[in-house]
Protein backbone atom coordinates (compact mmCIF):
# COMPACT_ATOMS: atom_id res chain seq x y z
CA UNK A 1 0.00 0.00 0.00
CA UNK A 2 1.34 3.44 -0.96
CA UNK A 3 2.71 5.81 2.02
CA UNK A 4 -0.31 7.56 3.08
CA UNK A 5 0.53 11.24 3.50
CA UNK A 6 -2.41 13.57 4.86
CA UNK A 7 -2.06 17.50 4.33
CA UNK A 8 -4.97 19.06 6.65
CA UNK A 9 -5.37 22.81 5.41
CA UNK A 10 -4.94 24.15 1.73
CA UNK A 11 -3.19 26.99 2.52
CA UNK A 12 0.35 28.05 1.29
CA UNK A 13 2.16 25.54 3.26
CA UNK A 14 -0.30 22.72 2.66
CA UNK A 15 -1.08 23.37 -0.84
CA UNK A 16 2.87 23.68 -1.96
CA UNK A 17 3.68 20.73 -0.07
CA UNK A 18 0.88 18.73 -1.84
CA UNK A 19 2.06 20.10 -5.57
CA UNK A 20 5.55 19.13 -4.76
CA UNK A 21 4.96 15.38 -3.61
CA UNK A 22 2.91 14.52 -7.18
CA UNK A 23 5.68 12.75 -8.56
CA UNK A 24 6.15 10.94 -5.06
CA UNK A 25 4.80 7.41 -4.61
CA UNK A 26 2.65 8.18 -1.94
CA UNK A 27 -1.63 8.54 -1.50
CA UNK A 28 -2.04 12.15 -0.58
CA UNK A 29 -5.30 13.79 0.96
CA UNK A 30 -6.03 17.23 1.69
CA UNK A 31 -8.54 18.34 4.31
CA UNK A 32 -9.76 21.49 4.79
CA UNK A 33 -13.19 22.96 5.68
CA UNK A 34 -12.79 25.24 2.48
CA UNK A 35 -13.25 24.58 -1.06
CA UNK A 36 -10.75 27.08 -2.40
CA UNK A 37 -7.10 28.19 -1.86
CA UNK A 38 -6.84 31.66 -0.90
CA UNK A 39 -4.73 34.11 -1.63
CA UNK A 40 -4.30 36.42 1.65
CA UNK A 41 -1.79 38.87 1.07
CA UNK A 42 -4.38 40.48 -1.79
CA UNK A 43 -7.36 40.10 1.02
CA UNK A 44 -6.84 43.38 1.85
CA UNK A 45 -7.48 44.41 -2.10
CA UNK A 46 -10.65 42.48 -1.99
CA UNK A 47 -11.99 44.25 1.85
CA UNK A 48 -11.80 47.74 -0.54
CA UNK A 49 -13.78 46.87 -3.74
CA UNK A 50 -10.19 46.55 -5.87
CA UNK A 51 -10.76 42.90 -6.64
CA UNK A 52 -13.27 40.15 -6.33
CA UNK A 53 -13.16 37.47 -3.89
CA UNK A 54 -12.93 34.73 -7.16
CA UNK A 55 -9.68 37.17 -7.81
CA UNK A 56 -7.89 35.60 -4.85
CA UNK A 57 -9.56 32.22 -4.44
CA UNK A 58 -9.11 28.70 -6.38
CA UNK A 59 -11.00 25.90 -5.82
CA UNK A 60 -8.91 23.16 -4.41
CA UNK A 61 -10.17 20.36 -6.58
CA UNK A 62 -8.94 22.46 -9.82
CA UNK A 63 -5.69 23.08 -8.63
CA UNK A 64 -5.13 19.58 -8.01
CA UNK A 65 -7.44 17.63 -10.71
CA UNK A 66 -4.53 16.59 -12.61
CA UNK A 67 -2.12 15.27 -9.76
CA UNK A 68 -3.80 11.65 -9.57
CA UNK A 69 -2.05 10.99 -6.31
CA UNK A 70 -3.65 13.54 -4.63
CA UNK A 71 -7.90 13.71 -3.59
CA UNK A 72 -9.32 16.78 -1.74
CA UNK A 73 -12.16 16.40 1.00
CA UNK A 74 -13.89 19.00 2.09
CA UNK A 75 -14.24 18.82 5.82
CA UNK A 76 -12.82 20.32 9.03
CA UNK A 77 -10.24 17.87 11.54
CA UNK A 78 -11.09 18.64 14.99
CA UNK A 79 -9.13 16.01 16.76
CA UNK A 80 -6.40 13.34 16.14
CA UNK A 81 -5.01 9.88 17.80
CA UNK A 82 -1.28 9.63 17.29
CA UNK A 83 -1.50 6.40 18.65
CA UNK A 84 -3.54 4.90 16.19
CA UNK A 85 -1.75 7.64 13.49
CA UNK A 86 -5.45 8.86 12.24
CA UNK A 87 -7.02 11.98 12.18
CA UNK A 88 -10.90 12.89 13.39
CA UNK A 89 -13.37 15.04 11.46
CA UNK A 90 -15.74 17.05 12.52
CA UNK A 91 -18.16 14.52 11.47
CA UNK A 92 -16.38 11.54 13.37
CA UNK A 93 -15.25 10.17 10.03
CA UNK A 94 -11.81 8.89 10.47
CA UNK A 95 -8.84 9.36 8.24
CA UNK A 96 -5.61 7.02 8.48
CA UNK A 97 -2.00 8.63 7.84
CA UNK A 98 1.54 7.39 7.61
CA UNK A 99 2.60 11.19 7.58
CA UNK A 100 0.37 14.01 8.83
CA UNK A 101 1.41 17.76 7.42
CA UNK A 102 -0.65 20.36 9.76
CA UNK A 103 -0.67 23.48 7.84
CA UNK A 104 -3.65 24.95 9.81
CA UNK A 105 -2.85 28.36 9.53
CA UNK A 106 -4.02 31.47 11.72
CA UNK A 107 -7.17 33.48 12.67
CA UNK A 108 -7.16 36.84 14.19
CA UNK A 109 -5.95 37.83 17.51
CA UNK A 110 -7.65 40.13 20.49
CA UNK A 111 -5.15 39.15 23.20
CA UNK A 112 -7.91 38.32 25.26
CA UNK A 113 -10.57 40.40 24.14
CA UNK A 114 -12.68 38.18 21.63
CA UNK A 115 -16.01 39.88 21.82
CA UNK A 116 -14.01 42.83 19.90
CA UNK A 117 -14.06 41.13 17.18
CA UNK A 118 -18.24 41.79 16.58
CA UNK A 119 -17.14 45.59 16.52
CA UNK A 120 -13.79 45.24 14.55
CA UNK A 121 -13.47 42.77 12.02
CA UNK A 122 -10.21 41.16 11.13
CA UNK A 123 -8.74 40.13 7.72
CA UNK A 124 -7.95 36.53 7.55
CA UNK A 125 -10.83 34.77 5.16
CA UNK A 126 -12.93 36.04 2.71
CA UNK A 127 -15.78 36.15 5.09
CA UNK A 128 -13.92 38.68 6.83
CA UNK A 129 -13.24 40.80 3.40
CA UNK A 130 -16.80 41.24 2.63
CA UNK A 131 -17.94 42.24 6.16
CA UNK A 132 -15.39 44.89 5.77
CA UNK A 133 -16.00 46.18 2.47
CA UNK A 134 -19.81 46.22 3.52
CA UNK A 135 -18.72 48.34 6.54
CA UNK A 136 -16.41 50.82 4.83
CA UNK A 137 -18.93 51.32 2.02
CA UNK A 138 -22.11 51.91 4.22
CA UNK A 139 -20.30 54.42 6.13
CA UNK A 140 -20.14 56.68 3.10
CA UNK A 141 -24.03 56.16 2.48
CA UNK A 142 -24.80 56.28 6.02
CA UNK A 143 -22.81 59.55 6.42
CA UNK A 144 -24.54 60.57 3.36
CA UNK A 145 -28.10 60.09 4.64
CA UNK A 146 -27.01 61.65 8.46
CA UNK A 147 -27.28 65.64 9.08
CA UNK A 148 -25.96 65.45 12.57
CA UNK A 149 -22.58 66.91 12.52
CA UNK A 150 -21.19 65.01 15.06
CA UNK A 151 -23.23 61.20 13.56
CA UNK A 152 -21.88 62.37 10.64
CA UNK A 153 -18.06 62.84 11.85
CA UNK A 154 -18.51 59.56 13.58
CA UNK A 155 -19.62 57.64 10.23
CA UNK A 156 -16.81 58.95 8.39
CA UNK A 157 -13.63 58.12 10.82
CA UNK A 158 -12.43 54.96 10.20
CA UNK A 159 -9.90 53.53 12.55
CA UNK A 160 -7.00 50.57 11.60
CA UNK A 161 -5.85 49.11 14.72
CA UNK A 162 -2.26 47.65 13.69
CA UNK A 163 0.89 49.31 11.99
CA UNK A 164 2.48 46.00 10.27
CA UNK A 165 1.49 45.36 6.68
CA UNK A 166 -1.64 44.58 6.17
CA UNK A 167 -2.86 47.80 8.84
CA UNK A 168 -0.62 50.02 6.44
CA UNK A 169 -1.96 48.51 3.28
CA UNK A 170 -5.41 48.60 4.32
CA UNK A 171 -5.01 52.49 5.70
CA UNK A 172 -3.52 53.53 2.63
CA UNK A 173 -6.35 51.61 0.60
CA UNK A 174 -8.86 53.75 2.45
CA UNK A 175 -7.09 56.58 1.79
CA UNK A 176 -7.12 56.14 -1.90
CA UNK A 177 -10.86 55.49 -1.82
CA UNK A 178 -11.93 58.56 0.19
CA UNK A 179 -9.44 60.80 -2.11
CA UNK A 180 -10.12 59.06 -5.61
CA UNK A 181 -12.65 56.59 -6.20
CA UNK A 182 -15.47 58.24 -3.89
CA UNK A 183 -14.51 61.93 -4.99
CA UNK A 184 -17.81 62.69 -7.44
CA UNK A 185 -20.16 60.32 -6.15
CA UNK A 186 -21.72 62.03 -3.05
CA UNK A 187 -23.75 64.99 -3.10
CA UNK A 188 -24.24 65.66 0.80
CA UNK A 189 -20.57 64.84 2.04
CA UNK A 190 -16.72 65.39 0.66
CA UNK A 191 -15.62 61.74 1.39
CA UNK A 192 -11.69 63.03 1.06
CA UNK A 193 -12.75 64.46 4.34
CA UNK A 194 -12.88 61.28 6.20
CA UNK A 195 -10.47 60.73 9.03
CA UNK A 196 -8.36 58.01 8.93
CA UNK A 197 -6.75 56.40 12.21
CA UNK A 198 -4.18 54.23 12.31
CA UNK A 199 -3.40 53.22 15.71
CA UNK A 200 -0.43 50.98 16.94
CA UNK A 201 1.64 50.13 20.27
CA UNK A 202 5.13 50.64 18.30
CA UNK A 203 6.90 53.84 17.80
CA UNK A 204 6.73 53.81 14.55
CA UNK A 205 4.25 52.58 11.40
CA UNK A 206 5.82 49.09 9.72
CA UNK A 207 8.15 48.01 12.71
CA UNK A 208 9.92 45.31 11.08
CA UNK A 209 11.03 47.23 8.28
CA UNK A 210 14.04 49.57 8.42
CA UNK A 211 13.32 52.83 10.43
CA UNK A 212 13.99 54.68 6.88
CA UNK A 213 11.36 52.58 5.08
CA UNK A 214 8.88 53.31 8.22
CA UNK A 215 9.57 56.70 7.78
CA UNK A 216 8.88 57.01 3.69
CA UNK A 217 5.83 54.74 4.93
CA UNK A 218 4.03 57.43 7.02
CA UNK A 219 5.16 60.09 4.68
CA UNK A 220 3.04 58.24 1.72
CA UNK A 221 0.42 57.37 4.12
CA UNK A 222 0.39 61.63 5.50
CA UNK A 223 -0.51 62.53 1.46
CA UNK A 224 -3.15 59.95 1.68
CA UNK A 225 -4.68 61.43 4.12
CA UNK A 226 -4.03 59.19 6.80
CA UNK A 227 -3.13 60.03 10.63
CA UNK A 228 -0.70 57.85 12.36
CA UNK A 229 -1.73 56.89 15.78
CA UNK A 230 1.34 55.76 17.71
CA UNK A 231 2.63 54.71 21.16
CA UNK A 232 -1.04 53.73 21.93
CA UNK A 233 -2.99 50.58 23.65
CA UNK A 234 -6.57 49.88 22.06
CA UNK A 235 -8.20 48.94 25.61
CA UNK A 236 -11.71 49.47 24.68
CA UNK A 237 -13.67 48.74 21.44
CA UNK A 238 -17.73 48.84 20.60
CA UNK A 239 -20.20 49.72 17.86
CA UNK A 240 -19.53 53.70 18.33
CA UNK A 241 -15.58 53.68 18.71
CA UNK A 242 -12.31 52.45 20.37
CA UNK A 243 -10.92 53.52 23.79
CA UNK A 244 -7.20 53.64 23.62
CA UNK A 245 -4.40 54.17 26.65
CA UNK A 246 -1.13 56.23 26.29
CA UNK A 247 1.24 57.70 28.07
CA UNK A 248 -1.15 61.01 28.92
CA UNK A 249 -4.04 59.24 29.81
CA UNK A 250 -7.30 57.40 28.04
CA UNK A 251 -9.57 58.74 25.48
CA UNK A 252 -12.43 57.26 23.46
CA UNK A 253 -12.12 57.80 19.57
CA UNK A 254 -15.60 57.58 18.02
CA UNK A 255 -15.70 55.66 14.78
CA UNK A 256 -18.62 53.62 13.02
CA UNK A 257 -15.22 51.61 11.14
CA UNK A 258 -12.99 50.06 13.32
CA UNK A 259 -10.90 47.46 11.40
CA UNK A 260 -8.37 44.91 13.12
CA UNK A 261 -4.59 44.40 11.99
CA UNK A 262 -3.27 43.88 15.12
CA UNK A 263 -1.91 40.60 15.73
CA UNK A 264 -2.96 36.79 14.63
CA UNK A 265 -2.89 33.27 16.75
CA UNK A 266 -2.81 30.04 15.01
CA UNK A 267 -6.21 27.75 14.48
CA UNK A 268 -7.32 25.75 17.02
CA UNK A 269 -6.64 22.93 16.19
CA UNK A 270 -3.58 23.67 16.91
CA UNK A 271 -3.83 23.60 20.71
CA UNK A 272 -5.84 19.82 20.34
CA UNK A 273 -2.62 18.59 18.39
CA UNK A 274 -0.18 20.08 21.36
CA UNK A 275 -2.53 18.36 24.12
CA UNK A 276 -2.87 15.07 22.13
CA UNK A 277 1.21 14.99 21.29
CA UNK A 278 2.01 15.93 24.39
CA UNK A 279 4.17 19.66 23.73
CA UNK A 280 3.52 22.48 25.13
CA UNK A 281 2.30 25.92 22.35
CA UNK A 282 3.43 29.33 22.85
CA UNK A 283 1.04 32.33 23.68
CA UNK A 284 0.00 32.33 20.35
CA UNK A 285 -1.14 28.83 19.88
CA UNK A 286 2.26 27.93 17.99
CA UNK A 287 3.72 24.39 18.47
CA UNK A 288 6.87 24.13 18.45
CA UNK A 289 9.04 22.14 15.88
CA UNK A 290 12.75 21.07 15.44
CA UNK A 291 14.65 21.91 12.74
CA UNK A 292 12.97 18.94 10.66
CA UNK A 293 9.62 21.09 10.49
CA UNK A 294 8.92 17.63 13.07
CA UNK A 295 7.08 17.71 16.14
CA UNK A 296 10.19 16.38 18.73
CA UNK A 297 8.96 13.10 19.55
CA UNK A 298 6.94 12.44 16.57
CA UNK A 299 9.16 12.22 13.37
CA UNK A 300 5.44 11.38 11.22
CA UNK A 301 4.41 14.45 11.92
CA UNK A 302 5.29 17.85 10.51
CA UNK A 303 3.77 21.41 11.89
CA UNK A 304 4.25 24.42 9.10
CA UNK A 305 3.52 28.19 8.61
CA UNK A 306 1.62 29.83 11.09
CA UNK A 307 0.99 26.52 12.99
CA UNK A 308 4.50 25.77 13.51
CA UNK A 309 6.98 28.27 16.28
CA UNK A 310 10.17 27.87 13.37
CA UNK A 311 13.41 28.84 14.74
CA UNK A 312 16.50 29.86 12.11
CA UNK A 313 19.75 28.97 12.96
CA UNK A 314 20.11 31.87 15.51
CA UNK A 315 17.42 31.01 17.14
CA UNK A 316 14.71 33.87 16.07
CA UNK A 317 11.48 32.65 15.20
CA UNK A 318 10.85 32.67 11.79
CA UNK A 319 8.05 35.68 10.04
CA UNK A 320 4.58 34.64 10.23
CA UNK A 321 4.98 35.10 6.16
CA UNK A 322 3.51 33.15 3.10
CA UNK A 323 6.66 32.38 1.40
CA UNK A 324 7.86 30.93 5.09
CA UNK A 325 4.70 29.12 4.47
CA UNK A 326 5.83 27.90 1.04
CA UNK A 327 9.37 27.27 1.80
CA UNK A 328 8.20 24.72 4.46
CA UNK A 329 5.55 23.26 2.41
CA UNK A 330 7.94 22.06 -0.09
CA UNK A 331 10.62 21.25 2.24
CA UNK A 332 8.44 18.64 3.66
CA UNK A 333 7.43 17.14 0.59
CA UNK A 334 11.30 16.66 -0.11
CA UNK A 335 11.60 15.23 3.27
CA UNK A 336 8.56 12.54 3.12
CA UNK A 337 10.14 11.66 -0.13
CA UNK A 338 13.65 11.28 0.50
CA UNK A 339 13.00 9.23 3.69
CA UNK A 340 10.83 6.98 1.62
CA UNK A 341 14.01 6.38 -0.50
CA UNK A 342 16.37 6.25 2.66
CA UNK A 343 18.01 9.05 1.58
CA UNK A 344 19.77 11.13 4.64
CA UNK A 345 17.32 14.59 5.18
CA UNK A 346 19.12 17.91 5.76
CA UNK A 347 17.12 20.43 8.17
CA UNK A 348 15.43 23.16 7.25
CA UNK A 349 16.83 26.65 6.17
CA UNK A 350 14.81 29.26 6.05
CA UNK A 351 15.85 31.81 3.17
CA UNK A 352 14.65 35.41 3.74
CA UNK A 353 13.44 37.15 0.39
CA UNK A 354 12.61 40.55 1.93
CA UNK A 355 9.93 42.38 3.18
CA UNK A 356 7.23 44.17 1.46
CA UNK A 357 4.53 46.49 1.89
CA UNK A 358 2.62 48.86 -0.58
CA UNK A 359 0.64 51.93 0.43
CA UNK A 360 -1.39 53.39 -2.08
CA UNK A 361 -0.40 54.14 -6.14
CA UNK A 362 2.82 53.70 -6.77
CA UNK A 363 3.82 54.18 -3.29
CA UNK A 364 5.09 50.77 -1.31
CA UNK A 365 8.50 49.84 0.36
CA UNK A 366 10.57 46.87 -0.01
CA UNK A 367 13.50 45.79 1.80
CA UNK A 368 15.64 42.69 0.83
CA UNK A 369 18.67 43.36 3.14
CA UNK A 370 20.08 45.85 5.32
CA UNK A 371 21.33 47.64 2.76
CA UNK A 372 19.16 46.93 -0.02
CA UNK A 373 16.12 48.71 0.42
CA UNK A 374 14.05 50.14 -2.31
CA UNK A 375 10.72 53.07 -2.05
CA UNK A 376 7.92 54.36 -4.35
CA UNK A 377 7.48 53.23 -7.73
CA UNK A 378 10.26 51.00 -8.21
CA UNK A 379 8.92 49.13 -4.80
CA UNK A 380 5.48 49.41 -6.01
CA UNK A 381 6.38 47.13 -9.12
CA UNK A 382 8.41 44.85 -7.65
CA UNK A 383 5.63 44.27 -5.51
CA UNK A 384 3.01 44.10 -8.08
CA UNK A 385 5.17 41.40 -9.57
CA UNK A 386 6.13 39.43 -6.66
CA UNK A 387 2.51 39.45 -5.72
CA UNK A 388 1.28 38.33 -9.50
CA UNK A 389 3.98 35.41 -9.56
CA UNK A 390 2.65 34.04 -6.71
CA UNK A 391 -0.86 33.51 -7.13
CA UNK A 392 -1.58 29.70 -8.11
CA UNK A 393 -3.01 30.08 -11.46
CA UNK A 394 -2.13 31.67 -14.68
CA UNK A 395 -5.76 32.71 -15.23
CA UNK A 396 -5.66 34.69 -11.76
CA UNK A 397 -2.61 36.57 -12.93
CA UNK A 398 -4.25 37.72 -15.95
CA UNK A 399 -7.60 38.78 -14.47
CA UNK A 400 -5.62 40.43 -11.46
CA UNK A 401 -3.07 42.28 -13.93
CA UNK A 402 -6.32 43.37 -16.29
CA UNK A 403 -8.26 44.79 -13.02
CA UNK A 404 -5.33 46.67 -11.50
CA UNK A 405 -4.72 48.46 -14.99
CA UNK A 406 -8.10 49.19 -15.11
CA UNK A 407 -8.00 50.44 -11.82
CA UNK A 408 -4.90 52.38 -12.26
CA UNK A 409 -6.03 54.64 -15.34
CA UNK A 410 -9.61 54.83 -13.74
CA UNK A 411 -9.58 55.27 -10.20
CA UNK A 412 -12.17 52.94 -10.36
CA UNK A 413 -12.99 49.79 -7.94
CA UNK A 414 -15.15 47.98 -9.78
CA UNK A 415 -16.18 45.53 -6.89
CA UNK A 416 -17.32 47.90 -4.75
CA UNK A 417 -21.03 46.65 -3.45
CA UNK A 418 -22.75 46.21 -0.07
CA UNK A 419 -23.76 42.70 0.43
CA UNK A 420 -25.82 41.05 2.89
CA UNK A 421 -28.02 42.33 5.26
CA UNK A 422 -27.68 45.50 6.94
CA UNK A 423 -27.10 45.42 10.83
CA UNK A 424 -30.53 46.57 12.69
CA UNK A 425 -28.08 47.88 15.33
CA UNK A 426 -26.83 50.43 12.49
CA UNK A 427 -29.96 52.35 11.43
CA UNK A 428 -29.52 55.90 11.62
CA UNK A 429 -32.37 56.17 14.26
CA UNK A 430 -30.23 54.42 16.85
CA UNK A 431 -27.21 56.10 16.20
CA UNK A 432 -25.42 57.22 19.56
CA UNK A 433 -21.94 58.67 19.26
CA UNK A 434 -22.09 60.27 22.64
CA UNK A 435 -19.70 58.46 24.97
CA UNK A 436 -21.86 58.60 27.69
CA UNK A 437 -24.36 56.12 25.54
CA UNK A 438 -21.31 53.59 25.21
CA UNK A 439 -20.32 50.69 27.64
CA UNK A 440 -16.59 50.32 27.08
CA UNK A 441 -15.16 46.86 27.77
CA UNK A 442 -11.33 47.24 28.85
CA UNK A 443 -9.16 44.31 29.52
Known amino acids: MAHRVVIVGGGFGGLYAAKALRRAAVEITLLDRRNFHLFQPLLYQVATGELSPADVAFPLRAVLSKQRNASV???????IDPQR?????????EVPYDSLVVATGAKNHYFGSDHWAEFAPGLKSLEDATRIRHRILYAFEAAEKESDPEKRRAWLTFIVVGAGPTGVELA??????????????????RPEEAQILLLDGSPRVLSPFHPELSAKAENSLIRLGVRSVLNVKVVGVDRYGVRVKSATGEQYIPARTVLWAAGVTAAEFTRVLASRLGVEPDRGGRIPVDAYCNVPGHPEVFVIGDAALSKDADGKPLPGVAPTAMQQGSYVA???????????????RYRDKGNLAVIGRARAVAQFSETMRFSGLVAWLLWLFVHLMYLVTFQNRLIVFIRWGFNYTTYNRGARLITGDI????????????????????T
Open 73 to 79: LLSEVTD
Open 85 to 93: RVVIRKDGA
Open 172 to 189: GALGEIANDTLREDFRSI
Open 334 to 348: ASISKRLRGDNVEVF
Open 423 to 442: DPGDSLEHLKTNEQHVEVRS
